[in-house]
Every structure is written in structure tokens, then in C-alpha cells.
């Protein structure tokens, strides 16, 4: 059985059938002779006769439903912000705030970035819906930093930049040092740039101080001394040609041996005393 649907008109339409239905009971009586015309209380029986029809299909009808729109501010078009009524200048500040990735999420915001008036804002304020940001703090745990010292090739390669060719290089020159003294000792690994070392430290520290057993610098045999890290044949050589001539040598006098290498110098302290 197809489905019944009900009868909709508009206020006009309602209008114009209630007159139209008032003629049609009407004109019969203006047809009529002046002996045959019904009488007043007649068309007035008559029309409550009509009201009684009207009234269920009145009931039926339903009032249009206005539609209230709102609008997100963060994504007005010009055309809508004319349409609210909101000035060139106003929309343009807007604008200028958004291109620099910045949204308003309030109506007072809303008033600082575009500076419009109290009494347009009150009625944009119905116009217009925000979006609702929670914030939600999330406190961060300190990352626990591993040992450098004791690191395995597997935590290492943990670190984006460094595989298993780089985590193996890292252990042979840890190996090398006896351990690594200071941070900064990263830095010389070959192809361990930069930013894979600043990686690295986020993740990585000195826990445990190396393993070195420092040479005494007038008794160590040229072998001990060409073996050390920092130090190759040449350099072994110039030491003990040094110590030879003036009979001893002390720390302070490897500035003057290599003047030219601060941080070398540094570095060969570490091995010896």
C-alpha cells in the first residue's frame, strides 16, 4: 500500500484556500432572490460550518522552521564576513592573523585580533562557534640515559643514524681509549656526524669513569708512548728525543712540543703523569 503523505502549505497557501472556500460558501447566496436569500444567521452557521472543516486541516500545519547557522570565525570567507556585517578592516586583520598559523578560540580573542565594536560583537557572538581544544598536560618522564661506557652495539644502533658498521666503530674506539673520558671524544669517530652525536647524548652519558693506566711520562718506552691514543711515531719520537737531551720532561713542557695542538694536548694528558 504506497504510503500516505500529508498535506503541506505555506502560510500564503493557507490564505488563499480559506478565502476561496469563504467564496464558494458565500456565492450561493448572493445568487439567490431577495425571497430565497438565506439569512445572516445562515451564512454565519454556514461559516462555522467551514471553520469546523479547516480547523483539523490548520492543526496539520507546521510553522517553517527557520535554520540558524554558525560559523567557525577561524574560516570565514569575505563574503560571509560581509554578510555579518563585519568591516574590510576588521576581516583583513583576521585574515592576517591566520596566514601567520594562528586561530582565535574565543570571542574576546576574537575582538583583540579584529578590533571590532562591543555592539557588533554582541551580535556576532551568536553568529559564531568556536572549537573546543582540550588541553591535556602530559608531563614528560626524564629519559634515563644509559652508560656510555658499558653501551652495547644493540642500544646503539637504537639511535637513529647509527647501524651496525657505526655501533661497531664506537666500541673499538671506546676500546681504544680505555674508555671514554669526556663527551667530546664522539665527535672524533669517523662518519659519526653532528647531529647523530647530539642523538647519541640525548640517550647516552658518562656513568662510569675508564679504565686507564697512566704512563709515567719520563720512564714510558718509546713502544708505550707510539701505542698511546693521540700519540703516533713522530710524536712518541719528539718525546723521548726531549727527554734525552734535557734529561727528563715534565706536562708543562708538551705545550711546547705541541703548541700548535691544544686539544691533541689535552688528550695525552689523559694518559699520562
Known amino acids: 500500500m504506497p504510503e500516505k503523505f ?14 476561496l472556500l469563504s467564496f464558494l460558501f458565500l456565492i450561493p447566496a448572493l445568487r439567490l432572490s431577495d425571497a430565497e436569500r438565506i439569512t445572516e444567521g445562515q451564512i454565519q452557521d454556514r461559516y462555522a460550518d467551514f471553520q469546523r472543516l479547516w480547523k483539523p486541516l490548520e492543526s496539520n500545519q507546521k510553522e517553517p522552521r527557520v535554520q ?5 570565525p577561524n574560516y570565514l570567507t569575505d563574503y560571509r564576513a560581509y554578510r555579518l556585517g563585519i568591516p574590510t578592516q576588521a576581516y583583513d586583520r583576521l585574515m592576517e592573523h ?20 562591543d555592539s557588533l560583537l554582541k551580535v556576532l557572538e551568536s553568529q559564531f562557534r568556536f572549537p573546543n581544544f582540550y588541553k591535556t598536560t602530559v608531563k614528560k618522564r626524564p629519559l634515563q640515559k644509559q652508560d656510555l ?39 672524533e669517530l669517523y662518519g ?20 686507564i693506566q697512566k704512563l709515567d ?38 705545550s711546547e712540543l705541541f703548541v700548535n695542538y691544544p686539544n691533541k694536548l689535552e688528550r695525552i694528558k689523559l694518559y699520562l703523569h
Not at 220 to 244: F, H, M, Q
Open 6 to 19: 500529508p498535506i503541506v502549505l505555506s502560510k500564503s497557501q493557507r490564505g488563499a484556500l480559506l478565502l
Open 149 to 187: 661506557n658499558t653501551a652495547t652495539a644493540a642500544s646503539l644502533e637504537k639511535i637513529n643514524g647509527i647501524g651496525p658498521v657505526l655501533s661497531q666503530r664506537i666500541l673499538k674506539y671506546r676500546k681504544r681509549l680505555s674508555g671514554f673520558s669526556t663527551i667530546d671524544q664522539c665527535y
Open 192 to 211: 659519526l656526524d653532528s647531529l647523530v652525536v647530539a642523538r647519541l647524548l640525548q640517550r647516552f652519558e658518562i656513568q662510569t669513569p675508564p679504565s
Open 68 to 72: 540558524s547557522f554558525t560559523y567557525n
Open 98 to 117: 591566520r596566514a601567520q598559523g594562528r586561530f582565535v578560540n574565543s570571542i574576546e580573542e576574537f575582538q583583540q585580533v579584529t578590533a571590532v565594536s
Open 217 to 254: 711520562l719520563n720512564k714510558a718506552t718509546l713502544k708505550e708512548l707510539r701505542d698511546l691514543p693521540y700519540l703516533d711515531e713522530e710524536d712518541a719520537r719528539k718525546i723521548v728525543s726531549y727527554r734525552t737531551q734535557n734529561n727528563g720532561i715534565t706536562l708543562s713542557i708538551l
